[in-house]
Every structure is written in structure tokens, then in C-alpha cells.
């Protein structure tokens, strides 16, 4: 029997009515990314990359297959186990998730939107608002809710994207059909969703304006302006400023007819999945740095090994080797504080070689001299603690994501990129001026290491992680030759850049018309 996907929420799949049982978190992951890339096929790496980031185990084709074959399971309960799966396929370029048209609720959004928008531009705006109603009814609360990593919050901000563009073809729509009094409240919500959007802005603000709230018109926009230029240092755009001084001078233009009586909007009958309350909250640029990963206790068979290992080599050499444990730690987590303990216990182990070679400590004494809780100190705390250190470090093991200060440093750059991605889509004048993507320029705004393929010279593209020189110059060829790029799958269609490493760069890369620019350029 046909399944039908969600990921416009938490990730459900449904088959003869019911819900199917996806199993564990990470073999729905697996799920999730699959459904991303439907009907495409992606390789056991990349899977392994998404779902297991950071943090990958150490036999990842391995573990994705156990993870396949349970959604197999899943997804064809009536297979034979011998039959080959007609739902998830694997070839040579990787595992495929067949998904039959409108089975995916992202599609059937897709094509709800495309279809009012069509309406929309016909003149009729009744059905648009119509259509755009049902297909904002898909939305069970935040995209992929649960799945973090790279891949899937990249994937999250794109759909969002998508949603809030639904909401300005609805606010328009229902602008134009006098509709504005019940508009306002819904506006004022989305608004908070998608701060940075001026056209919902602007539409909150004539919904406020033709309901004879002008004050609180222009205090809307006061806060439209405000937030622009806390956030991005910009005033709002020519078209918001311009509604604000219509509203201030009560631009007869401005309004319409009474509203007329809203139809009630029955979802589409595509739509299988129940919709429960309106979705949280989550603003595309406002990113709000992690507290520091919670941490986990290991309590598996390979973690006991571990733990006999570096304690047994601290306790079993009196703590001489302790220093070169600890230390090997701290290298291969990238973690000060181990270093630092490291370079304690490697003091210890010279203060014990200096206190022997000094000659200060008399084992014939019956006394306990200074020199003997000195010598005490420099044995006990590489031996016992550094034994205790290894235990731990075997049970408890570094939390997703690496050192707390890394997360942090890399969140400020992927708020940063935010930022930037917002200027360019709401405000390109702007990010022309900023020189966002152009590392190549004298600038001051910090983009978070965007990179503009289309406009940088080709020793700048040799900087992008995993872009070799070989590459940097076929895509610097090929851009001279067949124009701008469009996309990281435009890069790949045309052969610039292989799929894995266009996908993995994909958070790095903005495609600029590559026009020319009046910034000037670093020596």
C-alpha cells in the first residue's frame, strides 16, 4: 500500500490509515534525510555525515545498512525478505527513496503555492487564499522537529523560507479581498516568525491602517525599523518607507471596501496528517547561541576498554605515562582544559625527577619532611588522579559538536551567515555596499565566510574546504564560459564541482548576478 511522508513537523510516515513505526532516532534520521533527497540517490558517506555528524561510528557503512534494512521493514511490512525492496533501492551511487508524486507533504506544499501563486497573477485571489490555506494547514510545527546537525538545519531554514513566502502570497490575497480586519492578528503572529520579512511587514501594516488603527500602523513600523537596524544595521526598504509616509499623510489610496464575509477553508483532500496548534515560534536571523552540550555516560563494552586502558596505564606506570594520555586526549579533541591537566601531571613528573636528583629526601628519616609531601603530591596526583581522569574520560565521552567553545564560535558564524543571507535576499544594495561573499574586498561586515563563486577570483575558490586547485580552475573556466552559476546544483549539472563537495559547501556558497562592484579591492 502507497506511504505518505511528513516532515512539515515531526517526522511521521502513514500507510492504510495508520502510522507506521519509524523505529529509532537515528534510523529516522536516515529516513529524513532520504526524504530530502527523494528519489535521489545518496551515499552511505554522506548519510553517515548528516545523521552521525561529528561524532560518526567507526563502521558507518555498516550501521547506515542496519538502519535501512529496518525501514525496509517498516515501509514493506508484507515483503518477503528475500524480495528485493521496491521503496528503498540501493544502486552504485547510493540508497534511494522512491516517493510517489503528492506522497511527500513538502510536495504537495510546493505545488499548492505554485498553483496560487499562478491564481494569484489570474486574478483571483479568493482561490489563491483558498489554496495557500490548505497547504499552510501541512505545517505541524517546526520542519524536521528533533534532527540537528548541518544538513538538516540548513534543510530546516530552506523550508521555513519557503512557508513564509507562502504567507505574503496569503497576505496579499487576502488584502485584496478586503479581508484586512481579520488579517491583522494572524500578521501580527507570522510577523514574529519571520522578522526580517518586509513584504509581511508592510502587509501587517495596511491590514492595521484600513481597520482605522493608524497609530498602531505606525508604531508597527517603528519596530519594523527598529529591528532592521538592530539586527542588520539597515534602514527598512524603499516600499515599507514609502506605505509609512502613505499612512502618515492618509493616503486615500490606501483603502478598501468593507471586508467581505471569509469562506470557510476545508484542508485539501491530499492532506492526511492532523493539525494540532500553530507552530512555535522561530525566527529565521535571531539565533540564540547553546548552552554547552548535555553530556552522556557510556556505559557500553568498548567504553569498559577504554576505561581499563587509560587507567591501567596511568595507575600501572605510578603516573609517568600519565602526562602522554591525557595529552593525546586533549590533541584529538581540540580540548584546553585536558591539555591543561596534561601539563600539571607533566609537572609532577619533573617535580618527582628534580626531588630524586636533588638529593632532599631521606628515607632513613622517621620524619615526614616538606620534601616528602612534595614527592607524596607529585606521585599521587599523576597516578590515582590521572587514573581517575582516564576513567572518566572512557565513560563520558566529549559531547556532539566538540568543545563548547568551538560550538559556540561556529554558531556565531552560522548567525552571522544568517544575517548576511537575509541582507542579500531583502536588501541586495545593501550587501553590495557590505561586500558580503567578497573576501576579496575591503570590508568591515562580517559574513560569517560567505563566499561568492560567481564573483571571487580563482585563488579565493582554492580556499573553500575540499576545493583542490585542479577544481578552483575548472569552475573558474566554466563560470567564464557558460556564465553565473545558479545553485550548488547548477555547480554539479555543469560539471564545476563534484555532487558531495557542492552539498558540503553549500552553507559557505551564495550565487551572485557577478556584477561588478564600486568596493574596493584588497592589494
Given at each position: 500500500m502507497p506511504v505518505r511522508y511528513g516532515i512539515l513537523g515531526p517526522l511521521r510516515a502513514t500507510a492504510g490509515g495508520g502510522e507506521v513505526d519509524l523505529g529509532p532516532a537515528k534510523q529516522?534520521?536516515?529516513?529524513?534525510?532520504?526524504?530530502?533527497e527523494a528519489n535521489r540517490p545518496v551515499p552511505a558517506a554522506a548519510i553517515v555525515d548528516a545523521v552521525w555528524a561529528d561524532d560518526p561510528p567507526e563502521n558507518g557503512a555498516n550501521v547506515v545498512q542496519k538502519h535501512i534494512a529496518g525501514l525496509r521493514r517498516a515501509l514493506e511490512p508484507d515483503r518477503s525478505p528475500r524480495a528485493p525492496s521496491s521503496v528503498l533501492t540501493l544502486d552504485g551511487a547510493g540508497y534511494r527513496l522512491l516517493v510517489e508524486p503528492g506522497a511527500l507533504d513538502t510536495d504537495t506544499f510546493d505545488s499548492s503555492v505554485r498553483g496560487a501563486r499562478a491564481l494569484l497573477a489570474d486574478g483571483d485571489p479568493g482561490a489563491a487564499a483558498?489554496?495557500?490555506?490548505?497547504?499552510?494547514?501541512?505545517?505541524?510545527?517546526?520542519?524536521?522537529?528533533?534532527?540537528?546537525?548541518?544538513?538538516?538545519?540548513?534543510?530546516?531554514?530552506?523550508?521555513?523560507?519557503?512557508?513564509?513566502a507562502a504567507w505574503e502570497l496569503l497576505a496579499e490575497a487576502e488584502l485584496a479581498l478586503g479581508r484586512h480586519a481579520s488579517l491583522g492578528a494572524e500578521l501580527a503572529r507570522v510577523v514574529e516568525e519571520f522578522p526580517a520579512r518586509e513584504e509581511l511587514r508592510g502587509a501587517l501594516l495596511l491590514a492595521l491602517y484600513r481597520q482605522g488603527r493608524q497609530a498602531?500602523?505606525?508604531?508597527?513600523?517603528?519596530?519594523a525599523r527598529d529591528y532592521l537596524h538592530d539586527e542588520f544595521g539597515v534602514e527598512p526598504g524603499e516600499r515599507l518607507q514609502d506605505l509609512h509616509r502613505r499612512i502618515l499623510?492618509?493616503?486615500?489610496?490606501?483603502?478598501?471596501?468593507?471586508?467581505?464575509?471569509?469562506?470557510?477553508?476545508?484542508?485539501a483532500p491530499a492532506v492526511v496528517v492532523p493539525v494540532p496548534a500553530q507552530p512555535a515560534a522561530v525566527p529565521p536571523v535571531v539565533v540564540h547561541l547553546s548552552a554547552p552540550a548535555a553530556r552522556r555516560v557510556d556505559l557500553s563494552g568498548r567504553a569498559w576498554m577504554k576505561a581499563v586502558l587509560f587507567g591501567g596505564i596511568a595507575f600501572g606506570s605510578l603516573g609517568w605515562l600519565t602526562w602522554l594520555v591525557i595529552g593525546i586526549v586533549a590533541w584529538v579533541r581540540r580540548s584546553w582544559g585536558h591539555g591543561a591537566a596534561a601539563v600539571?601531571?607533566?609537572?609532577?613528573l619533573v617535580g618527582m625527577?628534580?626531588?630524586?636528583?636533588?638529593?632532599?629526601?631521606d628515607p632513613e628519616s622517621d620524619l615526614v619532611s616538606v620534601w616528602d609531601v612534595y614527592m607524596a603530591i607529585c606521585v599521587v596526583v599523576p597516578m590515582l588522579a590521572g587514573a581517575l581522569h582516564g576513567v572518566l574520560l572512557a565513560f563520558v565521552p566529549r559531547p556532539a559538536g566538540g568543545a563548547t567553545g568551538e560550538v559556540l564560535a561556529d554558531e556565531v558564524r552560522e548567525a552571522n551567515r544568517q544575517q548576511a543571507r537575509q541582507i542579500l535576499t531583502y536588501r541586495p544594495d545593501i550587501a553590495a555596499e557590505l561586500g558580503i561573499g567578497r573576501p576579496d574586498l575591503i570590508r568591515w561586515y562580517d559574513d560569517g565566510g560567505l563566499l561568492d563563486v560567481n564573483a571571487v577570483p580563482e585563488a579565493l575558490l582554492v580556499t573553500l574546504p575540499g576545493v583542490t586547485a585542479e577544481m578552483a580552475h575548472d569552475l573558474a573556466a566554466e563560470r567564464a564560459r557558460g556564465g553565473p552559476f545558479g545553485s550548488p546544483e547548477d555547480l554539479v549539472a555543469r560539471g564545476a564541482l563534484p555532487r558531495r563537495r557542492a552539498d558540503a559547501l553549500r552553507p559557505l556558497l551564495i550565487f551572485g548576478a557577478g556584477t561588478p562592484t564600486t568596493a574596493l579591492r584588497r592589494d
Open positions: 529516522r534520521a536516515v529516513l529524513a534525510l532520504l526524504l530530502l483558498t489554496a495557500l490555506r490548505s497547504a499552510l494547514l501541512l505545517w505541524r510545527g517546526q520542519a524536521l522537529a528533533g534532527f540537528g546537525g548541518r544538513v538538516f538545519d540548513t534543510a530546516r531554514r530552506r523550508l521555513d523560507d519557503t512557508r513564509g498602531e500602523a505606525l508604531t508597527a513600523f517603528r519596530e499623510r492618509s493616503d486615500a489610496s490606501l483603502a478598501l471596501p468593507a471586508a467581505a464575509p471569509a469562506p470557510a477553508v476545508s484542508p600539571l601531571y607533566a609537572m609532577c625527577i628534580v626531588l630524586i636528583e636533588s638529593g632532599k629526601l
